[in-house]
């Protein structure tokens, strides 16, 4: 049988008088292992890198600022046919003005408005100066004149859709 | 004096950590503030109307765009900027003033355009006409014609939107 107070209670073995090794005793302490120095894991960032300078290099040749531009609607009259009319016209022609025509001037009922915000506020008071109920059905027709530039012709079709009125073209006379 | 223990020669490493923060950085950037370049939309600056209606551009099949460049984009508006130099529809170049090849372009781009299953019947085709500012009516207004002989009835003119 086994004798547990001999097991357990002998404790650690020294050397004894013929200088043997208790090591190989059956129950010597064991040793102490070698501390092992972790691992050290290194993953292939070079791959990575790799990839990630390609997308980036994608990016700043594909890539341009967002565009801070929009789109205006409209509608294009029906040359080839009769357009509906359900009310008289309002036009609104631009003229170039200033050197190079870089400036220009707005006709609105025979009064001359030197700038978009004074276009605005003529065609926003019509209903109250004319007693028209709504805007959204009176067509308005944009005259840009000979030289003028793009952007003033722009500026009147913009007003003129800012202030309520939905039927806003360019008047194919002077196409 | 103390003998200085030798250890094993010292690696050189070089430390991509931040490398990879920066790079990962600026491609969020990018993907953030940036939009993928159109071909068709050639170099053009868009008027800005005081207040603009303008709403955020459309991108689809649905439209032709039609770029209205100038002949001297850098130059200065009193320098006799804004003689128009072609248009541009996907970057093939078309002379000034040619209404009857622009409405050619636009019959056969309509024909082309098939409406999407499931799209309302409002949805129709409808030239984009994206002028540089400073070019003149008078190189917009075959473009208007062209469209309209093609029986286009819908339009969009390209303008800067209004800061919010």
Not at chain 1, 64 to 83: F, H, M, Q, V, Y
Not at chain 1, 124 to 146: A, D, F, H, Q, W
Not at chain 2, 96 to 120: C, H, I, M, T, Y
């Amino acid at each position: 049988m086994f004798d547990m107070d001999k097991s357990w209670n002998d404790g650690p073995r020294s050397p004894d008088a013929t200088g043997q090794s208790p090591a190989a005793e059956p129950y010597a302490r064991p040793r102490k292992k070698k501390e092992v120095e972790p691992t050290r894991v290194h993953p292939p960032l070079l791959a990575l890198i790799d990839v990630l300078f390609t997308l980036m290099l994608f990016f700043v040749i594909a890539a341009r600022t967002k565009l801070a531009e929009g789109e205006i609607p409209g509608s294009l009259p029906n040359i080839t046919g009769t357009d509906e009319v359900s009310a008289e016209p309002i036009a609104i022609t631009v003229r170039p003005l200033g050197d190079g025509q870089n400036n220009c001037q707005y006709e609105l009922d025979g009064q001359a408005l030197s700038d978009a915000g004074k276009l605005y506020e003529r065609l926003s008071s019509r209903p109250k100066l004319y007693g028209i109920g709504t805007l959204e059905n009176i067509p308005v027709l944009i005259r840009p004149l000979r030289g003028v530039r793009w952007r003033w012709a722009v500026e009147a079709y913009n007003q003129a859709l800012r202030a309520g009125y939905h039927k806003v073209r360019f008047d194919p006379g002077y196409y | 004096m103390k003998k200085k223990k030798r250890g094993s020669p010292g690696e050189v490493g070089f430390n991509y950590t931040p490398l990879i923060d920066v790079t990962f950085n600026i491609i969020i950037f990018f993907i953030l503030t940036t939009e993928i370049a159109e071909a068709n939309l050639a170099q053009v600056t868009p008027p800005y109307p005081a207040d603009s209606v303008a709403h955020g551009r459309v991108a689809g099949e649905n439209h032709c765009t039609v770029n209205i460049v100038v002949k001297n984009p850098d130059s200065k508006d009193t320098e006799g900027a804004g003689e128009a130099k072609e248009y541009q529809i996907d970057g093939e170049p078309i002379p000034l003033g040619d209404v009857e090849r622009l409405s050619q372009e636009f019959k056969s781009r309509q024909a082309n355009w098939q409406r999407p299953a499931g799209a309302s019947k409002d949805a129709e085709f409808y030239i984009e006409v994206r002028g540089d500012e400073r070019v003149r009516y008078d190189a917009v207004a075959p473009v208007l014609l062209a469209a309209a002989k093609a029986q286009i009835k819908k339009m969009t003119l390209t303008a800067k939107k209004k800061d919010d």
